[in-house]
DNA sequence: GATTGTGAATTATTTCACAGCT
DNA sequence: AGCTGTGAAATAATTCACAATC
């Protein structure tokens, strides 16, 4: 069986989340088909980016006419792994763990939240929309019967290493790590970090070299 | 007058926010020096990577004993903008807005949250340790009087491009946008984008390709 | 006429490897 | 002996430019 995924860097995979924003978009207004650089004027890049993305994975353009939408939606879903649903466990249920459990565009695309968990006696039996939280001691036996795929971390940094090594050995695949510290886990587990300070770090450097350099 | 400030990659920029990190911790554990191999590990990288991003603003290790943890730190801290504290106004007193209002990490690296801004009359009034959360309407009036310099842009999709250009107009020189937009902005005000589907989307992928390949 | 797909060229980033200090 | 600083080499990502196609 030809594998329906080809590898594609990891620049390319954060562009193609981008574009399929973007096809929903353009779907939501009618429009059949797009061409590349209306794509990437949409998607904030170059038109010769987004065909250097799209033809990594042997794509369908029409020349003259452009992509058509539904098509390369349909493919990009299918790339980014999205064409089945994940099953996810919350751990930490802070003011983090809150907006990730609410945010609608993890629905959406399919990221189930089986299970929250926290290890604050005052939250554990809270119910989140309909979704009862549970203490993080339990993890093991939460994430066995939620069969869970995917662990959301959103706990203080302390926390973090011990949790993600007990899902690690549990059998998650992959873990969205909001903790500020590198976790070191076997290969085998994906980890994708986000690191808000970097973020707004990032954003300060950017502005003290802008008033240095006029 | 010399610049203090060289101009870095982005990739070395965001690898300095963790070292910063890393950094911090050392200091707390009592290091006086550190090995760039050390410094790797713990940041998730190379011993030649740290050196060479260390190197690119004329470092000061020393040979045969690493880098002292003091000064490091605290030349990285300048290189990052952070010897100085930023004015920050929020916008969006939703879920996302009130975790970032309350990270600890943004307030001990010197941003300091001014002014919450919501458009939602149910919002508006209500107090988060002891600030206000004001009209949306009042963009302009409030970006002025707090002299703002950075925009946290936590709304949804459909508001944040014209809030944006408001605070754009206004004055403000760096937006971090959690809006999954792509702003369209003056080339002197600097956006830092922060996706989160993008993240997730980017690990379910990676997972994919773990099944294909084995 | 418009737009893709893609090799080639360019630019950026990472890794190597080792001379040079302490 | 240990570790930095850095040119050189290798690798990766982006941009160019244009023939191929609709």
Redesign the interface.
């Known amino acids: 069986m030809t594998?329906?995924?080809r590898?594609v860097s990891?620049s390319t995979?954060?562009r193609?989340?981008?574009y399929?924003?973007t096809l929903e978009r353009l779907q939501a207004e009618g429009a059949e088909t797009v061409a590349s650089g209306d794509l990437a004027d949409?998607?904030?890049t170059t038109a010769a980016q987004v065909r250097k993305d799209l033809s990594s994975f042997g794509s369908f353009g029409t020349r003259g006419l452009g992509y058509r939408v539904g098509p390369l939606h349909a493919r990009i879903r299918e790339?980014?792994?999205?064409t089945r649903p994940?099953r996810v466990v919350l751990v930490g249920a802070?003011?983090?763990g809150?907006?990730?459990f609410?945010?609608p565009?993890?629905r959406e695309?399919g990221?189930r939240i089986e299970a929250i968990l926290d290890s604050d006696p005052a939250k554990i039996g809270g119910v989140w929309e309909g979704v009862t939280i549970q203490s993080a001691a339990h993890l093991e036996q939460v994430l066995a019967r939620a069969e869970a795929?995917?662990l959301i971390l959103a706990v203080p940094a302390g926390a973090a290493q011990e949790l993600a090594e007990r899902a690690a050995a549990a059998g998650v695949?992959?873990?969205?790590n909001f903790a500020?510290v590198?976790l070191r886990l076997p290969d085998?587990v994906?980890v994708?970090n986000?690191?808000?300070?970097?973020?707004?770090?990032?954003?300060?450097?950017?502005?003290?070299?802008?008033e240095?350099?006029g």
Do not use: K, M
Not at 79 to 82: E, K, N, P, T, V
Not at 173 to 176: A, F, M, T, V
């Open positions: 594998s329906l995924v590898s990891e995979v954060r193609l989340s981008l399929l924003r949409r998607a904030g790339i980014l792994g999205l994940w802070g003011r983090i809150s907006a990730l609410a945010y565009h993890f695309r990221f795929e995917i695949r992959g873990i969205l500020p590198r085998e994906e994708n986000v690191n808000l300070a970097v973020e707004l770090e990032a954003l300060s450097h950017a502005l003290v070299l802008a240095v350099q």
